[in-house]
């Protein structure tokens, strides 16, 4: 869990500033449980600059509760949390301090948004709260409020979140929260996980991840893990101290973030199953007169027209491939032969396995078939679901190449190739993307394809 705030104060000498406002954001790594927001009395003048920056004046917060009557609510709802905030040392020193004034010895773990901006953000331009937001599309109202400033850090974070492929900030979570014994039940778990489409991460008890996932219903995957007989479901009982998930809304997302963590992260147990989610895959070999069509196991060093789950799946659509497009069966294997292929008695082979068709013509016909294995359009955006109400996903393809995906409220977030990159979480492009993007396409699974002629200037309707 983590506590999302933004703090308000007077201003004036170091370690001497009192609190004017502050508002508090719980959040669950997908979305905001509880909040807390109030002026505070702090007993003390706001320096005039301060006023002019905020807006806040002594005459408002005459009636305002004191910080000890609301630090009750402030330790409830930052109990087990990690303080996140932009500039978190700022904030966190605060309420120390306040604390400290009154006995009490708060101390948790912080993020701070500035830093990890810089980390996963780097092409930014500036880092303060104000300008970055508004370079990535993110609404901010009242700003040099508490209330404005922390819930545009809410957003600010999700997108972070979204952009941490690696789980950093996971893994921290969990190695700050690590002091619990793992339960011997599994109720408290469960009960956080949700019913929806997503990817989820469980961790051991030192915060590495040791399974990754992916459900069209998170919580009921989770549980057959839990309660499961086989080989791998003993072995993450064995191992499991917490489950951390995301909400993708878009099942694609969430069979690419799968495949692209797991290839990132290696997971012990992912790794001992040698998971791979297209096995097989389909190339054009050129280094023969008459380009080869090839069925063979995938090896990264390789690219390929397509790829399959299985074998026989991947047999069948070769069968296919050759018989609609009057290919050579001879040509089709990775070594030549002087003989005429069957298919000159069906009638299907235009005779390039005994030299007449020409090598030329032949060597057309298979490109134009590896062509319409490709996406329709060079560049483009796929929009479908998002993760709430309101909110829409987007994957982006440029030049034939996957780039990521990203999630957008308001047209305007994506309505220029800038903005469309700093929304975007990037990720390799391999022949299971294309195969799974390719997949959803033909099967028209999504909201809308949008060709992007000129990234400078796009319309979304």
């Not at 004191?66 to 309420?95: G, M, P, S, W």
Request: some cysteine; proline content about 2%; hydrophobic content about 35%.
């Amino acid at each position: 869990m983590y506590a999302i705030l933004d703090i308000e104060t007077t201003g004036g000498k170091y370690n001497e500033e009192g609190v004017t406002e502050i508002a508090i954001y719980r959040h669950n790594g997908f979305k905001v449980v509880d909040q807390f927001i109030s002026l505070v009395n702090p007993q003390q003048e706001i320096q005039p600059y301060v006023q002019k920056l905020t807006g806040i004046n002594s005459k408002m917060l005459r009636n305002a509760p004191r910080f000890f009557e609301v630090a009750k609510r402030i330790i409830e709802i930052t109990k087990d949390c990690i303080i996140v905030a932009h500039n978190a040392d700022f904030d966190y020193r605060i309420l120390r301090k306040e604390f400290e004034s009154l006995g009490y010895n708060y101390k948790k773990d912080s993020i701070c948004t500035v830093t990890l901006s810089k980390y996963l953000l780097p092409e930014m331009e500036s880092y303060k709260l104000g300008n970055l937001v508004r370079s990535l599309g993110i609404p901010l109202s009242n700003r040099h409020r508490a209330q404005g400033d922390a819930f545009a850090t809410v957003k600010l974070f999700e997108l972070l979140l979204e952009k941490d492929s690696s789980k950093g900030i996971l893994k921290s979570q969990i190695k700050a929260l690590n002091g619990k014994q793992v339960s011997s039940k599994y109720l408290k778990i469960l009960e956080e996980l949700p019913n929806c489409s997503g990817i989820y991460y469980l961790h051991n008890i030192a915060g590495e991840i040791i399974y990754i996932g992916k459900s069209n219903n998170i919580k009921k995957r989770v549980r057959n893990h839990l309660t499961g007989k086989s080989r791998k479901a003993l072995k993450i009982q064995k191992s499991l101290h917490k489950v951390n998930f995301e909400i993708t809304g878009s099942e694609l997302i969430a069979l690419l973030k799968e495949q692209n963590e797991i290839k990132k992260n290696r997971p012990r147990i992912n790794k001992e199953g040698r998971y791979r989610l297209y096995p097989m895959g389909i190339r054009i070999d050129i280094n023969t007169d008459y380009h080869q069509l090839v069925l063979e196991q995938v090896r990264k060093d390789r690219e390929y027209i397509t790829v399959f789950k299985n074998g026989r799946l991947a047999k069948h659509i070769l069968d296919q491939w050759i018989a609609s497009n009057k290919l050579c069966r001879n040509h089709s294997s990775p070594e030549e032969t002087d003989v005429s292929c069957v298919s000159l008695n069906k009638n299907e082979c235009k005779e390039s396995c005994i030299g007449k068709e020409k090598k030329t013509e032949y060597n057309k016909r298979l490109a134009k078939l590896a062509n319409q294995s490709s996406y329709p359009f060079d560049n483009f955006l796929m929009i479908g679901k998002g993760r709430k109400d309101g909110e829409s996903s987007f994957i982006y393809i440029e030049n034939q190449v996957y780039m990521g995906y990203g999630y957008f409220e308001l047209n305007h977030q994506i309505n220029t190739s800038e903005k469309i990159l700093s929304r975007i979480t990037e990720m390799q492009d391999n022949s299971d993307c294309q195969a799974l993007i390719l997949s959803f396409i033909k099967r028209e699974k999504y909201l809308k394809l949008i060709p992007l002629k000129n990234t400078n200037d796009i319309t979304i309707n």
